[in-house]
């Protein structure tokens, strides 16, 4: 069974800083793009980052551009966000994604939200003003 464990969220105050964590199991994710979405209540759930599967590619919504970095480590097949002056508005729950498609591109990744075949079960960022 496959599965995307997220950690690292919490409470923060703004200006802070926090690092997500999420580790895959059931199988490798090494030849696949990941990614990063974010899901305030009442709002669609949206893409904040994403990386190629060698990690030479990410990219960022613009309004986390110079704040969030995404990276990887494919031997633990982890992937992580690491979250930079934080905002109010950066609160939300955020969920790890996988898409399934192996890609012999290492620049490739995807922006679509469909494209993401597997999901963690979120973590809550709170960032309080």
């Known amino acids: 069974q496959v599965q995307l464990v997220e950690s690292g969220g919490g409470l923060v105050q703004a200006g802070g800083s926090l690092r997500l964590s999420c580790v895959a199991s059931?199988?490798?994710?090494?030849?696949?793009?990941m990614g990063w979405f974010r899901q305030a209540p009442g709002k669609e759930r949206d893409l904040v980052a994403a990386i190629s599967w060698s990690g030479v590619r990410t990219y960022y919504v613009d309004y986390v551009k110079g704040r969030f970095t995404i990276s990887r480590d494919n031997a633990k097949n982890t992937v992580y966000l690491q979250m930079n002056s934080l905002k109010p508005e950066d609160t939300a729950v955020y969920y790890c994604?996988?898409?399934?498609?192996?890609?012999?591109?290492?620049?490739?990744?995807?922006?679509?939200?469909?494209?993401?075949?597997?999901w963690g079960q979120g973590t809550q960022v709170t960032v309080s003003s």
């Open positions: 059931g199988r490798t994710f090494s030849r696949n793009c």
């Open positions: 994604a996988a898409d399934s498609a192996l890609s012999s591109s290492s620049g490739y990744y995807t922006t679509a939200r469909d494209d993401y075949d597997y």
